[in-house]
């Protein structure tokens, strides 16, 4: 069964502090792996995509990498601001349709 | 980035009635849609693959003949939940994939629809 895990679920951190989320995946033959961000009743917004072949993507203050050997991959927010409080969900893509983590929930606090 | 929008963006319908929901790519073709259903809290479930002029692929556990899946044309499919009831009541959103020569790219999500059943 293939199965995406998050941690934290939850991180609350002061405004200005750099962090990491976390994520990782059982099955390492994926074609690519998405970060979204979520806010509170709203739909998903792409933040970054990382295909199988590449091991980091970056834009602005956001930076994923993606290590398939050991199944992970990481989301670096630097300079965090109070703007950056949503859910973070990464999602695995390979020969099936997205598998999603449950995400987690971070709040920046100003 | 690609559009994706969803209409209505809400709903609240009574028991036994049924609802449609549409799913448009804005400025894309999309072969492929996707439903997710998410609960409070919960983490996006999908529902079904939508592909254009064929048959709906359904989830282990979701029914079909209760979430009707039409995906007529390149730009739109919708999803029509059948005598809905208030355990249907849920945040329903779809998304597109704006795949290239066979590769799998990138997906790209509604806003969602917020279903609540009384």
């Known amino acids: 069964k293939q199965e995406v895990t998050q941690i934290p679920a939850a991180l609350s951190v002061p405004e200005g502090e750099n962090l990491v989320l976390n994520c990782s995946f059982t099955?390492?033959?994926?074609?690519?792996l998405q970060w979204f961000r979520q806010d509170p009743g709203k739909g998903l917004t792409s933040l970054l995509l990382?295909?199988?072949?590449?091991r980091e993507q970056t834009s602005g203050r956001l930076n994923a990498s993606l290590d398939k050997s050991s199944g992970r991959s990481t989301l670096y927010i630097a300079a965090s601001q109070p703007g950056d409080s949503a859910t973070y969900l990464c999602?695995?893509?390979?020969?099936?349709?997205?598998?999603f983590g449950k995400g987690t929930r971070l709040s920046v606090i100003a | 980035g690609a559009v994706v929008s969803q209409h209505p963006s809400w709903v609240i319908c009574k028991s036994g009635t049924s609802v449609k929901i549409e799913c448009r790519s804005l400025?894309?073709?999309?072969?492929?849609m996707f439903w997710y259903r998410q609960f409070p809290k919960q983490s996006l479930m999908l529902m079904a693959t939508?592909?254009?002029?064929?048959?709906?692929?359904?989830e282990q556990g979701v029914e079909k003949d209760k979430f009707l899946i039409n995906h007529a044309s390149l730009t739109l499919s919708t999803l029509t939940v059948t005598s809905a009831h208030p355990e249907d009541s849920s945040f329903y959103i779809c998304?597109?994939?704006?795949?290239?020569?066979?590769?799998?790219?990138?997906?790209?999500f509604g806003p969602g629809t917020r279903l609540t059943v009384l």
């Open positions: 998304s597109a994939r704006d795949q290239v020569s066979g590769s799998y790219n990138e997906q790209f």
């Open positions: 099955d390492s033959a994926i074609y690519n």
């Open positions: 990382i295909q199988s072949s590449q």
């Open positions: 999602a695995r893509g390979g020969n099936t349709p997205l598998v």
């Open positions: 400025d894309f073709q999309a072969t492929t």
């Open positions: 939508s592909n254009e002029g064929s048959k709906a692929t359904y």
